[in-house]
T-cell receptor
């Protein structure tokens, strides 16, 4: 299995509070991704990183920010959590981009915003 | 609009009963099609990448095929441990590192 961990694995928080999710990899892959998965929507890309301090938006980036200060860590922050951000969040990594973009996923974080 | 559609949404099979899952796509300039397996409460697990029409890949009881409009994941003599959701995703020339995901097919194999 690819060495990807996510923390926390479960979190319950209240509307309006900040939340940070962490993704840590031991594979030294260049590319890292944050997705959310919701029934009826499938996997949707929030943000991705193509190197240290290099990030870009995905299709559902509003309300989320990311940071990558080291190759192995990619943080996802919800500045002020809302109930619509209740979801399962997955981090993924890939060694290459483009058509060789085989992504390997972490175990996920289940976030509930009350 | 680029789109990936998987069918059926759910499939229930008896152990040993072979079948196929479908992933149809409407994208311009397909560069790669990916199959993943996802077990409940876990992240997707990579299975195959297909790049061009006519290509086939196999892994145990699974075989993935690709045409110009769709991909099939054939499951031969499935076992209960093959029960999972199977996801399809495509990468096209215009999406630059972003995959377009289908909603998946939930497969249940009864003993």
């Amino acid at each position: 299995d690819a060495g990807i961990t996510q923390s926390p694995r479960h979190k319950v928080t209240e509307t309006g509070t900040p939340v940070t999710l962490r993704c840590h990899q031991t594979e030294n892959h260049r590319y890292m991704y944050w997705y959310r998965q919701d029934p009826g929507h499938g996997l949707r890309l929030i943000h991705y990183s193509y190197g240290v301090k290099d990030t870009d938006k995905g299709e559902v980036s509003d309300g989320y920010s990311v940071s990558r200060s080291k190759t192995e860590d990619f943080l996802l922050t919800l500045e002020s959590a809302t109930s619509s951000q209740t979801s399962v969040y997955f981090c993924a990594i890939s060694e290459k981009s483009g058509s060789k973009n085989e992504q390997f996923f972490g175990p996920g974080t289940r976030l509930t915003v009350l | 609009e680029d789109q990936v559609t998987q069918s059926p949404e759910a499939l229930r099979l008896q152990e040993g009963e072979s079948s196929s899952l479908n992933c149809s796509y409407t994208v311009s300039g397909l560069r790669g099609l990916f199959w993943y397996r996802q077990d409940p409460g876990k992240g997707p697990e990579f299975l195959f990448t297909l790049y061009s029409a006519g290509e086939e890949k196999e892994k145990e009881r699974l075989k993935a095929t690709l045409t110009k409009k769709e991909s099939f994941l054939h499951i031969t003599a499935p076992k209960p441990e093959d029960s999972a959701t199977y996801l399809c995703a495509v990468y096209n020339a215009g999406n630059n590192r972003k995959l377009i995901w289908g909603l998946g097919t939930s497969l249940a194999v009864n003993p």
